[in-house]
């Protein structure tokens, strides 16, 4: 028998429509690493060889530990520290630290880089981009401008998860998530019409499967994994906290997952296309950021008026998915306080939100410490909050498919979805992990 839900004073916060929590999820799932990330990684190992793999690799262990982190917070009705402990008893209590940690160190330099994108959206609005946009993006990113925008961000942020979760959350998520799918492929369609644009798409998914075997393209494709989906940091769980019992978890949860990789895939027909179309294909580096905000930014310059109302819209989008990840990431560290401490949710979402934002001032100034934030995050936060999640809804719940089965019924692979969980996953992370943490030690050796 399951344990009974800890119950607290006031009545737990519910999403009011299957709608709503589905498009706040996708919100969080889908952010800046869809939009240039996966398709970069795509282009650069194997191709269409990548998306299968990217696909095995959400199947067999994303999928698992999604659907675990719902049925945790549904069934505890709690956050990530209290959640952990009303399972696993109080020796949980540092994972879901753990998990507040992450939320609270990724929106730090997640804001910054979206306030890059913000501050873009204005240049496009205002006059449009210029053949110096690349000299110029070393004072966007760095400084006081940079630092501004990254406060405006944050303002948002804190203002929309503030609100609760209905009128703050899952309202934000109803309006800017359709918004965002529309302007998506809206971009896509007008790449498809550019003269010069076919070898973007030959560039992007032609297939070669000899990368496929190589471990770096497993700890990419694993790390992509975790952090388009928002595993291993708490906000899934948190958002399944306000689920109610008649939510079917297992199709929310593929929901979720396809439509992020949707997203992704989508992101890649927009991005190539354009960049080979005004033959800047040999400015395609090694950088994520150099791509996203020097390489681009140059294609709409040589579009003439065009670019600029296509710069705002492709810049817009990001802000839009920038936001509603970050939304997820404060809603981890409000929700603790608030289950936690007792805190009511705006004391907890204008005191941490602006805690957040000072420990923004670092990567604000300086990019190569966002870098290394984010390698700390990706590398060693994200894959082992996953690794422990699984072995902890795999081997110490006591009976996780009865939580999964509750508005589920005739689903019948739940034997599959805990083997995964306590073999597949783990192993799979565990090979990773041994090759991802020595490599994010020597980033921070060679950084000090």
Known sequence: MLPHPVVSGAPREQWSSRAGFVLAAVGSAVGLGNMWRFPYLTAEHGGAAFVILYVGVTLAVGLPVLLAELAIGRGAQQSPVRALVHYGGRRWRPLGLVFVAAGFLILSYYSVIAGWALRYTGIALA???DAGIAERFAEISEGWDAFGF????MAMTVGIVAGGVRAGIERTALVLMPTLF??????AVYAATLEGGAPGYEYYLSTDFGDLWSRDVLTQAAGQTFFSLSLGMGAM?????YLGRDNHLPNEALLIAGADLAVAVIAGLVVFPLIFALGLAGAVGESTVGALFITLPQAFAGM???GRAVGAVFFAVLVVAALTSAISLLEVVVASAMDGLGWTRRRAALGLGGAIALLGVPPAFHIGVLDLMDKLANNVLLLGGGLALAVFAGWVMADPVAEVRVGAGGVRWFFLWRTLLRFAVPALLLFVLADAVPKTLTAVA???
């Open 150 to 153: 990254h406060l405006a961000i």
């Open 304 to 306: 003439g008026g065009v």
């Open 237 to 241: 769980l948190t958002y399944g906290s």
């Open 446 to 448: 060679a950084f000090f």
């Open 182 to 187: 529309v302007l998506v492929c809206g971009l």
């Open 127 to 129: 006059g449009g981009f």
